[in-house]
Nanobody, 121 residues
Framework: QVQLVESGGGLVRPGVSLRLSCAASGNFVILNLMHWFRQAPGSERDVIATISHSGTTNYADSVKVRFTISRDNAKNTVYLQMNSLKPEDTGVYYC???????????????WGQGTQVTVSL
């Protein structure tokens, strides 16, 4: 019904920047809250950033200055701009969204497949 597809991950050196994208497709009316989660190797999956439909944002303390979440509602896409990347930023980044579906209209939570980000010398 609804698919979230992340892109933009990769292997980079410390200090560089990456921009992740998450595009939603399928049968839905509107995307509501959208989130980025990160799961480091051997760790739990933790929320990194959240953005409302109107653009209100919230960040984990570890990324608050360096990362920026944004969205383009016309493109049904959420972004995560990651600057000054550190080795501890390594992990799988997952897009998550609350979606109003079309048939029938219901609020449903969806996960993307995840995209790997590796920060290493």
């Amino acid at each position: 019904q609804v698919q979230l597809v992340e892109s933009g991950g990769g292997l980079v050196r410390p200090g560089v920047s990456l921009r992740l994208s998450c595009a939603a497709s399928g049968n839905f009316v509107i995307l509501n809250l959208m989130h980025w989660f990160r799961q480091a190797p051997g760790s739990e999956r933790d929320v990194i950033a959240t953005i409302s439909h109107s653009g209100t944002t919230n960040y984990a303390d570890s990324v608050k200055v360096r990362f920026t979440i944004s969205r383009d509602n016309a493109k049904n896409t959420v972004y995560l701009q990651m600057n000054s990347l550190k080795p501890e930023d390594t992990g799988v980044y997952y897009c998550n969204a609350d979606v109003w579906t079309t048939s029938p209209p219901r609020l449903v939570n969806y996960w993307g497949q995840g995209t790997q980000v590796t920060v290493s010398l």
